[in-house]
């Protein structure tokens, strides 16, 4: 009877532990904050439009921008600043795509089977942009990371993102 007993509550501290400790790595899982890799954000340089390779980390009251060889900040963002956040998707030709496999065509005639129809395809772009009353981020998401991006930003920052357009 005795061990009965004894065997129930080495069980339910064994439990209680465990529980306790899923609780704290949870808890730290939440304090460190979301990452987001593979965005590319765009900026004017001077008279120059340039695309860097950014990673987005969502802190606890702030989200930074990163550029991702380096790990530089670029840009920061305190939640309680952003203003307004706006999703846009737009739908382009792949002409340069088909240009450069019609060039190729030249040695390897075969290429034509897929450079034209490639010519008249369309490719996505994503776009997310989010104002404070200083400062702003264009951002172009990959559809898979604009999934989960755009619902951990309203998370984070409280802020609707407002869809323009199509929303695909």
Not at 43 to 52: D, I, L, R, W, Y
Not at 80 to 96: F, G, L, Q, V
Request: overall charge positive; charged content about 25%.
């Amino acid at each position: 009877m005795k061990t009965l007993l004894t065997k129930k509550l080495s069980v339910g501290l064994i439990a209680m532990l465990l529980f306790n400790c899923v609780v704290v790595v949870n808890a730290q899982t939440i304090a460190k904050g979301e990452v987001f890799e593979r965005i590319e954000m765009i900026s004017q340089t001077g008279e120059k439009v340039v695309e860097a390779d950014v990673s987005v980390h969502f802190g606890s009251d702030s989200m930074e921008i990163k550029e991702s060889k380096t790990g530089t900040v670029v840009k920061s963002f305190k939640y309680a600043d952003i203003k307004n956040a706006e999703y846009s998707y737009s739908k382009n030709p792949r002409w340069k795509t088909g240009l450069g496999l019609g060039a190729a065509a030249v040695v390897f005639p075969p290429i034509l089977l897929v450079a034209i129809p490639l010519g008249f395809t369309k490719h996505r772009r994503h776009w997310v942009t989010m104002r404070t009353e200083k400062d702003y981020a264009v951002l172009r998401v990959s559809k898979s990371v604009r999934k989960i991006f755009i619902p951990s930003f309203e998370t984070h920052s409280s802020v609707k993102v407002e869809a323009l357009g199509e929303s695909k």
